[in-house]
């Protein structure tokens, strides 16, 4: 069945909005997924912030030439039946989720990606860039450690203060 014209510009449209937001652009062969299965798929990316788009991949190489960063990038790695996983709001999500999935799901193949420098990232970066901790993990522990002096600083503190009071209550008595 083909899409219109108008329907075509529509969809580069949309993909080259949600591509010149993103912060990391992950793609990945699904061939041999289930129905269910991209439904979970998507499922847990939208859990994570991150968008799944299947696309055709002469329309991904359009919307990317319409956007400056990529617009020297190399797209010969957009062959075959590919989903796009992306998100403006975190560099690490859309790898974390693909190679998680990938990790139950054997059909599912991490291609490559883009990072919103216009860099194209292989599947073994893709592979360490979901090792590494989220943006939001990585807050948490750089609070965790400014935090740790001062709980250190009020639980001795709060021991020093108990042996004062103790050694008060015996002088009293």
């Keep these: 069945m083909a899409i219109s014209k108008q329907k075509k510009n529509e969809l580069v449209a949309d993909l080259t909005e949600l591509l010149s937001s993103a912060k990391t652009t992950v793609f990945a062969k699904y061939q041999g997924l289930t129905v269910a299965e991209l439904q979970e798929l ?9 968008k799944i788009k299947v696309v055709k991949n002469r329309l991904v190489k359009v919307a990317m030439g ?13 062959t075959g039946q590919l989903l796009y ?7 690490v999500a859309p790898a974390k989720v693909l190679a998680n999935f990938a990790k139950e799901h054997d059909a599912l193949d991490l291609v490559g990606g883009f990072s919103d420098l ?10 360490a860039l979901a090792a590494m901790p989220s943006k939001n993990e990585l807050i948490a522990q750089v609070i965790a450690q400014l935090l740790s002096p001062v709980t250190d600083s ?4 709060s021991g020093g203060l108990s042996g004062i009071i103790s050694g008060l209550e015996a002088h009293a008595n």
């Design 154 to 157: 009020i639980s001795g503190l």
């Design 85 to 91: 996983a992306v998100s403006s709001e975190d560099e």
């Design 118 to 127: 216009g860099n194209t990232l292989s599947s073994d970066e893709i592979k």
């Design 66 to 78: 319409q956007i400056a960063v990529y617009k020297d990038t190399d797209t010969t790695g957009l």
């Design 42 to 50: 998507r499922k847990q990316a939208r859990e994570a912030g991150v």
